[in-house]
């Protein structure tokens, strides 16, 4: 069964960090696209960081730049995203996403997200 289950989110003081985990399971991670995106309440989601873990290439919003961190620990199937320097803009659902395509095959996965609150 193919699942993506999110972890690690919490409430966090403004400049405090987080480490959120996302798991998979019936796919291997390093044969996909990962993507972190959050959405936050009465706004549309969006794409926060991605990482293509073949070679190692992220990419960054502007908004989290310098401040996130994506990263995958191919031997636990699993991505991350280090969070530094919070802000109360960061407060969102963060979901992971896993794309690929495979033999014209279109595979695309959401975890169901984790709840981040940066508040003091």
């Known amino acids: 069964q193919v699942q993506l289950v999110e972890s690690g989110g919490g409430l966090v003081q403004p400049g405090g960090s987080l480490k959120l985990s996302c798991t998979a399971s019936g796919f291997t991670v390093s044969n996909y696209f990962m993507y972190w995106y959050r959405q936050a309440p009465g706004k549309e989601r969006e794409l926060v960081a991605h990482i293509t873990s073949s070679s190692g290439t992220t990419s960054y919003a502007d908004a989290v730049k310098g401040r996130f961190t994506i990263s995958t620990d191919n031997a636990k199937n699993t991505v991350y995203l280090q969070m530094n320097m919070l802000k109360p803009e960061d407060t969102a659902v963060y979901y992971c996403?896993?794309?690929?395509?495979?033999?014209?095959?279109?595979?695309?996965?959401w975890g169901r997200g984790t709840q981040v609150t940066v508040s003091s």
């Open positions: 996403r896993a794309i690929a395509t495979m033999r014209s095959t279109a595979y695309r996965y």
